[in-house]
């Protein structure tokens, strides 16, 4: 190299030095970036399959979210559009693993159903119906979907949308990752042995969003349809998140529930002659039915518990205050009688009283006593003979602990007596002084239907 005129040979040493500490910089940085590369690459590949992991999971809680709120289960072609709805997203975003490459097959979710469902089964869509027919077949076993995808593009799937073998299906269903042998489904071809990691499966139970809706001695609409009439009891069995509305036999809207669970909803008849329905209607007024009501056989209409002693406080149903001496009882805090119009009544077998009550403030740890008189009297109440006695007592009354009105039936046994036509039958309530507190009862409502049944 030639000197540069005026330049000491101490500075063009020092030049040389610089370039060549630069040139072994790069050269260790090129030899780190290669020991590092495959580290590098295996923590993005463990970020895809975390982020497929993840985003799977949130499509498949889409698609459920989907078929509860349209009343709907799909058949594979429509899963994506139902879901991409339910989350507000494009429907190539729910398909595709990566959306970029929305042409590429190897990465498309698919929608794998249970061939135990039966190829005519889906979309199933919800009537008032329930489920019946072929499509029984989704409240049992094999109601089953899976939603798999793959993130490895070079990857084939060996599935596509729809129906497999039960084989196949079972296969994927039951498949567990091991991170040892990175294994794939059972039968899987050969180009997948070592590469299980790539796969991503999310499992849906359908039998677990159908609800058991036990209706009986109604009229009821599901999302809007028209009535049913429902006389002896029917099981149904109805898709969770339908809006179901209750309607006595002549059409009035008693309630509506959203179903989010097994229910029950069952109105006895309003002429079976041989149940008398204790009454009330909480106007404070002579003819409030306190201490006397009635006993009829017209069934509860009433969807809310009314208020029967607005005098007493200021709680629905009806107080009664510890202490009660028996049928004869002058404090009419202390006493309840409910009688039936005039006419004769023969009674020649078991007799039972259901009633709905609960210790005063619905407290659950007190004990609570009651003894219940059924009696023949006058059209005033007043009692000519009592035709069975029974002390019935609970410790504590509310044993399950609801803090709400809990249903007791007491059984009078075995009774053989005929009601003359110028008398009544009548039933009388006492607290007795057993009771740790005063108690509530509710009657005459819909959900609280205190009665008396007599032998058939």
Request: hydrophobic letters at 40%; proline letters at 6%; one cysteine or more.
């Amino acid at each position: 190299m030639r000197a540069i005129a005026g330049e000491s040979p101490d500075r063009r040493r020092k030049g040389g030095y610089s370039t060549l500490g630069l040139a072994l910089v790069l050269f260790g940085l090129v030899i780190v970036g290669i020991l590092l590369a495959p580290n590098l690459v295996l923590k993005i590949n463990a970020r895809k399959r975390d982020q497929e992991t993840e985003r799977l999971a949130y499509v498949r809680e889409g698609l459920v979210i989907a078929m509860q709120r349209a009343q709907v289960v799909p058949a594979a072609a429509g899963w994506s559009a139902a879901a991409a709805n339910a989350l507000g997203m494009d429907q190539t975003q729910v398909e595709q693993v990566f959306p970029d490459f929305a042409a590429d097959p190897n990465i498309r979710r698919i929608l794998l159903i249970d061939p135990g469902i039966g190829a005519t089964t889906l979309p199933f869509t919800q009537t008032v119906a329930g489920v019946s027919g072929p499509a029984t077949n989704l409240l049992g076993a094999s109601s089953r979907l899976m939603l798999v995808s793959n993130t490895k593009r070079s990857l084939t799937m060996p599935l596509t949308n729809g129906i497999p073998t039960l084989a196949a299906f079972d296969a994927i269903w039951n498949w567990v990752y091991n991170p040892s042998t990175k294994a794939p489904p059972s039968g899987w071809p050969a180009s997948w042995n070592g590469n299980g990691e790539w796969l991503h499966v999310e499992r849906i139970n359908l039998a677990s969003l159908f609800h058991r809706v036990t209706l009986e001695n109604l009229q009821y609409s599901l999302n809007g349809s028209s009535l049913s009439n429902v006389t002896t009891q029917i099981n149904s069995h109805f898709l969770r998140n339908g809006l179901l509305k209750v309607h006595r036999a002549d059409g009035v809207l008693l309630q509506a529930r959203v179903i989010l669970h097994d229910d029950t909803f069952r109105l006895p008849s309003a002429t079976t002659s041989n149940i008398y329905h204790v009454t009330g209607n909480g106007i404070p007024t002579d003819t409030d039915g306190i201490p006397t009501a009635q006993l009829t056989n017209a069934a509860p209409t009433a969807t809310t518990l009314p208020n029967y002693d607005p005098g007493r406080d200021v709680f629905a149903g009806l107080l009664l205050a510890k202490g009660g001496s028996g049928p004869s009882e002058s404090d009419a805090t202390k006493i309840q009688k409910w009688i039936t119009a005039p006419g004769s009544i023969t009674i020649n077998g078991n007799v039972s009283l259901t009633i709905f009550s609960a210790m005063k403030d619905f407290n659950t740890s007190k004990k609570g006593q009651l003894k219940v008189y059924l009696v023949e009297c006058d059209s005033a109440g007043t009692v000519a003979s009592t035709l069975g006695t029974v002390t019935f007592t609970r410790n504590p009354w509310d044993s399950a602990s609801t803090g709400t009105w809990v249903e007791h039936t007491i059984d009078f046994g075995s009774v053989t007596h005929t009601i003359p036509p110028s008398r009544r039958l009548g039933l009388v309530i006492t607290v007795n002084n057993g009771s740790d507190d005063d108690m509530w009862f509710a009657y005459w409502a819909v959900n609280y239907n205190s009665r008396l049944t007599l032998p058939p």
